[in-house]
């Protein structure tokens, strides 16, 4: 039996490489649709000439980007075309947090801004550099390829964000020789248009660049209501001050993180971001 890690999936065809960097195609084995388990890009796995056989116990594990054994993130946000979305972000951190991966927050196309309008965005995008590495990126992705080289190494990372943010014009920039399909912004729905069609993990250096479909929806359903106040570092950070133990950070009196909101040293569209996605997820539990 031999070993590898799949790198892609196309219509049920998983693409495994082995340790000498030998790629084959290959189906999953009849045996893990009677386990309710599919193999994920991103997988290390066991294989013979002709099947999957058997998948190692997973790091993590993503939903949507549909990927397993990730080292980080890079959420990329673009400042405009599609409008910039601290809602969006903060959402994107909590997903990715929860499925216990490092994010890396991109902000992608600050040529379409105005430098006003750029030093705006920094000043509170200045609030999440303490938690979150931020690096900031042209429309053509050319300025910042540099800067992230060093996140890149030896890691197996995920590109993700919304449609049209400037993934694949990233990806491009970093590794000029993979070519990835881009496209404009359809401007009579202000998003882009899909123009990544597979989860794909990209040889880079010593390490795996993941492309996946773009995608503007979101899906809480496997975060518990509880423990959404624990994937705020910056709200954990003062939590003890707290007068409760476990407080939400919603209704609680002599609340930490509130006091901060109220003093500004906690962002307050964060705080009313995080309330809003309390909500929707307490409605998605109220609803299965």
Known sequence: MKEGKIIRLTGGLYTVVDAKGTCVDLRAAGLFRHHNESPKVGDDVTLDDDLIRTIKPRRNDLVRPAIAN?????????????EFSFLLLDQFLLLILSAS?????VISKIDLLTAAELAELKRKLSY????FPVVYVDSLAAFGAETMRPYLKGKTSVLAGQTGAGKSSLLNAVDPTQHRATDAISRALGR???TTRTVELIPFGDGWIADTPGFSSLEFAGIELATIQDLYPDFTAIANNCRFNGCTHVHEPDCAVKAAVAA??????RHYNYLR??????SLKIRY
């Open 128 to 131: 999440y550099e303490p938690f």
């Open 264 to 269: 500004g040293t906690i962002l307050p569209e």
């Open 101 to 105: 991966v490092k994010p890396v927050i």
């Open 277 to 282: 996605i309390r909500e929707e997820i307490k």
């Open 192 to 194: 882009g248009k899909h």
């Open 70 to 82: 990730v080292d980080q993130a890079l959420l990329v946000n673009a400042c405009k075309e599609p």
